[in-house]
């Protein structure tokens, strides 16, 4: 089997890719908003604030979760999530890069 074209690229590469890829929806960016307004939630109160039926909160829910954006645990029939600070870490230490860099060229 030949190699995809994600093994041309590294590792952090690949990891901010999917991320970047799960935050392409504004559906989950409101998700992601919401959850950091309350705190914690199960994922009955996401379906209240969002627009969406349900099943289609739960894919967006699963996006994030493949991404590493969110973490989920079960608790009786619910399942609650809430931001996993790691990926977010990770987001922050790109951009902040990017920011000093672009800022100290004098480029167009």
Same mark, same amino acid.
Request: with cysteine.
């Given at each position: 089997?030949?190699?995809?074209? %994600?093994? /041309? /690229? %590294?590792?952090? !590469?690949?990891?901010?890719?999917?991320?970047?890829?799960?935050?392409? *929806? $504004?559906?989950?960016?409101?998700?992601?908003?919401?959850?950091?307004?309350?705190?914690?939630?199960?994922? #009955?109160?996401?379906?209240?604030?969002? $627009?969406?039926? !349900? $099943?289609?909160?739960? !894919? *967006?829910?699963?996006?994030?979760?493949?991404? #590493?954006?969110?973490? #989920?645990?079960?608790?009786?029939? &619910?399942?609650?999530?809430?931001?996993?600070?790691?990926?977010?870490?990770?987001?922050?230490?790109?951009? %902040?890069?990017?920011? &000093?860099?672009?800022?100290? !060229?004098?480029?167009?």
């Amino acid at each position: 089997m030949g190699a995809t074209k %994600t093994d /041309f /690229f %590294t590792e952090k !590469q690949n990891k901010l890719a999917t991320i970047a890829k799960a935050l392409g *929806h $504004p559906a989950r960016i409101a998700i992601i908003e919401y959850l950091l307004k309350v705190n914690d939630c199960i994922c #009955g109160d996401i379906v209240n604030e969002l $627009p969406l039926a !349900q $099943p289609t909160v739960s !894919q *967006h829910l699963k996006e994030l979760k493949n991404a #590493g954006l969110i973490k #989920g645990n079960i608790e009786g029939n &619910s399942i609650c999530y809430c931001i996993d600070e790691n990926a977010f870490e990770d987001l922050n230490a790109f951009f %902040t890069k990017v920011i &000093s860099i672009v800022k100290k !060229q004098k480029c167009c």
